[in-house]
């Protein structure tokens, strides 16, 4: 028994000094020695390759006729061998400030007015932007079923309508309409944002018009393009995902590394009668959405170097000679708030990434929102949650406390027993094993109850960790953001201090090595602690000083204070 917990608390001390280094490579800018070095800078090339950017030929769309998705090189759009003169234009409302350009009108910039960057709270968050240094844009336009169609893309000049920019006092919509020349097969894309005040969505309505003399076969394509780094300022000492997202009904949401993209290794769905397609990040989201059932279909493509596409593209039909075909979208582009996502897609809101521990997280959630409106702080609404839960675990850790308490009774008869039998360790695990049946201990006693209720704490951890109410979101005096560090650094202190008492209080361990690691450790992780957001040390130490009340409390009861 004494050798396997010697074993596992050294596994657990080394592992955890490899990954507090590690961290600590990443947090200055050295390379991980777990392998990989700093992102690269987004492809500055002048002149995409052939091509780039747009959505590659896959597999036919089930009910769809075959030549769906058959795309022939001709039929797929190329980047211009110079960059044309674009326009781009600004449009504000409460809640954003988008920046449209003229070049396929495509979404390239995104500045959410009610949210401020974390790095320098003088700026808002830029969730969408282009430059040598950043990519992440929406984009859209078509492609042909049929072959030798050069249809109107998001490399395509547009004119702009002219139009209000700013939405009014009162006004509760505006809107931007983008149109493409006419093609040499008489085709016109026509392309119509509508920004509505309080929302973080667009709806999209593109019009396909034929002018043509003959029935074509358009495919609407509908995309999110991204370079692989990082959100700037993301901690080194804790993992949020970013990358791509697809969710469809069979197999729900589905999370894609950039590194699968560009190994061509990806395994997510591809085909669908319904789903949507998203780009994640830590807080924030951007996702493509077709209300409308229909069939579909799902790509990611490396385009160039460290630029990255998500499309979900869809047939449109016939659209005969001197008819038009519109399809209508929704763009969302903001902050991951679970319950507003869920109302706009079925399953949108799990980009709001929660880890293998969704099942705990949400109803977690649902009960920090709840607390959250009775008590209008944040802050307060996490350690009424940690009371909650410690309040339904009371009896569980009450029984992990007195039967360490017991251990901590019996430690001077294990360690007289180890004395007399050094020499001869059979007999002496024999020995130990015949006090703990005559005095009714259970060594494991005190790690199963508390094993059991890990699950719901690992999973609060997430709930912190991933909601976007967090951020700018006070708790008291010097608190000012529950997902930034504590600025003083109080909080992590008091955690440290803490975690230092429940070892105090907790049985002495026999072998001095262990008691020294058991020391050493709380100040290991306290270390991390301090570049942890204030939200995730307040619920820690919140539940330390609670454990320390209850254990106190027992090992007063039972006579075994002090060590």
Same mark, same amino acid.
């Given at each position: 028994m004494t050798d396997m917990r010697r074993t596992l608390l050294w596994v657990v001390f080394t592992m955890s000094l490899v990954l507090l280094w590690d961290a600590w490579n990443k947090h200055t %800018?050295?390379?991980?020695?777990? =392998? %990989? %070095?700093?992102?690269? #800078?987004?492809?500055t090339a002048a002149a995409p390759p052939p091509a780039a950017g747009v959505p590659a030929p896959a597999a036919a769309v089930p009910g769809v006729p075959a030549a769906v998705g058959a795309v022939t090189p001709a039929a797929v759009p190329t980047a211009p061998t110079a960059i044309p003169t674009t326009e781009q234009v600004v449009v504000t409302t409460d809640r954003v400030k988008a920046t449209f350009d003229s070049q396929g009108g495509s979404l390239v910039r995104l500045e959410l007015l009610a949210h401020k960057d974390a790095q320098d709270p003088t700026r808002n968050v830029v969730l969408l932007e282009q430059g040598l240094k950043r990519l992440y844009v929406a984009q859209s336009g078509l492609i042909s079923a049929q072959g030798g169609a050069a249809l109107p893309n998001h490399f395509t000049q547009m004119a702009v309508v002219p139009g209000e920019r700013t939405l009014a006092p009162g006004a509760n919509e505006i809107s931007v309409r983008f149109e493409s020349p006419v093609g040499v097969d008489g085709v016109k894309l026509a392309k119509t944002y509508s920004l509505k005040r309080g929302e973080y969505t667009m709806a999209v309505r593109h019009e396909v018009i034929n002018q043509g003399s003959a029935t074509i076969k358009p495919q609407l394509y509908l995309q999110l393009a991204r370079d692989g780094n990082p959100p700037e300022g993301e901690s080194s000492f804790y993992f949020t995902f970013t990358g791509p997202a697809i969710y469809t009904e069979a197999q729900k949401f589905q999370k894609i590394d950039f590194s699968d993209i560009a190994k061509a290794k990806t395994s997510h769905e591809k085909t669908s009668d319904g789903g949507w397609v998203a780009m994640v990040q830590h807080y924030f989201a951007s996702a493509w959405l077709a209300p409308q059932p229909g069939p579909r279909e799902f790509r990611t493509a490396k385009?160039?170097?460290?630029?990255?596409?998500?499309?979900?593209?869809?047939?449109?039909?016939?659209? #005969? #000679?001197g008819a038009t075909q519109a399809h209508d979208a929704i763009l969302f582009s903001g902050p991951q708030e679970e319950n507003k996502l869920a109302a706009l897609a079925p399953g949108l809101e799990l980009v709001k990434d929660y880890g293998w521990l969704t099942v705990l997280s949400k109803p977690?959630?649902? +009960? +920090?929102?709840?607390?959250h409106g009775i008590l209008g702080n944040w802050g307060w609404a996490i350690v009424a949650l940690v009371v909650l839960l410690k309040i339904a675990f009371y009896w569980l850790n009450a029984s992990a406390y007195r039967s360490m308490a017991k251990m901590k009774a019996v430690a001077p008869k294990v360690n007289d027993l180890k004395e007399r039998y050094k020499d001869k360790p059979q007999e002496m695990q024999q020995a130990m094993m015949r006090i703990y049946k005559e005095e009714k201990v259970n060594p494991l006693g005190g790690c199963l109850p508390i094993l059991v209720q890990m699950p719901f704490f690992i999973a609060l951890y997430w709930v912190l960790l991933s909601s976007v109410e967090m951020r700018n979101a006070p708790w008291i005096g010097w608190i000012t953001d529950l997902a930034a560090r504590d600025p003083w650094f109080i909080l992590p202190v008091l955690m440290t201090a803490s975690s230092l008492l429940q070892v105090?209080?907790?049985?002495?361990?026999?072998?001095?090595?262990?008691?020294?690691?058991?020391?050493?450790?709380?100040?290991?992780? =306290?270390?991390?602690?301090?570049?942890?957001?204030? =939200?995730?040390?307040?619920?820690? +130490?919140?539940?330390?000083?609670?454990?320390?009340?209850?254990?106190w409390f027992i090992n007063k009861q039972m006579g075994v204070l002090g060590r």
């Open positions: %800018g050295q390379t991980s020695i777990f =392998g %990989g %070095g700093q992102t690269p #800078a987004v492809s385009v160039a170097d460290n630029h990255y596409t998500v499309a979900m593209v869809l047939p449109l039909g016939d659209v #005969a #000679a977690l959630f649902w +009960l +920090l929102d709840k607390l105090w209080l907790n049985p002495k361990p026999t072998d001095p090595m262990q008691e020294k690691l058991m020391w050493f450790m709380p100040l290991a992780f =306290g270390f991390m602690f301090f570049f942890f957001p204030a =939200g995730l040390v307040l619920y820690w +130490l919140t539940n330390n000083l609670l454990s320390i009340a209850q254990q």
